[in-house]
């Protein structure tokens, strides 16, 4: 199964209904120093979701991650995790999450063999046979000291360390960062084949927009310290619309026809483009209004600023 199939196949778990979020961040913030990076943040993913979260760099989406996790102290907000607070999670509930980080956090010392068989020892549902599979097929030495592995080989070590207790919750901080081409797919194959077996809730942070568009069915949007949009990928692209005018003739078009403006940027001739999120279709009669559907590339150029 390539990764475009396994996208079509996804669609039934990235809608999944749940009246229980996995996960429930509300009035998250957070300074360094004078810096704030996250400003009154609510977010929620519900059961079985797999969310890309995009934002430009020091935009905060490690800082987003390691918060949602209980790795770092909010100011301000609560975080809840199988509706409970991150802060006393039960050992039960921590052993349903698995975390990849930006930087790989393996002991240098051990060898893979030593390193995978000190946390299976963590985790009741630790599943051998995947390890063995993901090890042999990934071509990891076992016995070789985790510090003489390669970037490349320490990152697929690490999210054989995350997958292999079947998580519930997997949160992944740019996890493909050191993989090529071919490493990626693997991964991307493997992300895929959990989801589809067990519903898995996925947040996968990545600045390589193809990867998103083969697995997240919902993306993120961090920009200036806030969530300003989460919608399914397809749902975004369909609806958003690109629209140029005067910006008198845009506003009064907008309160006409409706729709969410989801950003403004004034343009050099005197006219404004105003990215519009439309819920029903509109059908272009006005010559004075040029309309162009966008792209993931698009959206993360104009809602990331």
Known sequence: MNANQASTQLTPLAHQKSTQPVVQLQDISLAYDAHQVLKSLNWQLLPGQVVGLLGRNGAGKTTLLETMLGLREAATGTVTLFDQPVQSL??????????????????QGFTPRQLLAYFRSFYPRWNEAKVDGLMSRWALPLDLPIGKLS???????????????????????????????A????????????????GTTVIFSTHILSDLERVAFN????????????APLDELLDQVKSIS?????????????????LSK?????????????LSTPIHLMD???EMA?????????????
Not at 96 to 101: Q, S, T
Not at 166 to 172: A, F, G, K, N, W
């Open 90 to 107: 039960t050992d039960d509930n921590r052993a349903r999450i698995g975390y990849v980080p930006q930087q790989s956090d393996l002991f």
């Open 265 to 277: 940027k004034k343009l050099d001739n005197g006219h404004a483009r105003w990215l519009v999120r």
């Open 151 to 181: 970037g490349g080989q320490q990152q697929r070590l690490s999210i054989v360390r995350a997958l292999a207790h079947e998580p519930d919750l997997l949160v992944l901080d740019e996890p493909v960062a050191s993989l090529d081409p």
């Open 245 to 261: 005018a005067p910006e008198s003739v845009l506003q009064t078009w907008v309160s006409r026809h409706g729709g969410d403006v």
């Open 293 to 305: 559907s966008v792209n993931l590339e698009d959206l993360f150029m104009e809602l990331t600023q």
């Open 219 to 230: 993306v993120a949007f961090l920009s200036e310290g806030r969530i300003s949009v989460q």
């Open 183 to 198: 490493g990626r797919r693997d991964f991307l194959r493997e992300l895929v084949d959990q989801v589809l077996e067990r």
């Open 287 to 289: 010559a004075s209004i």
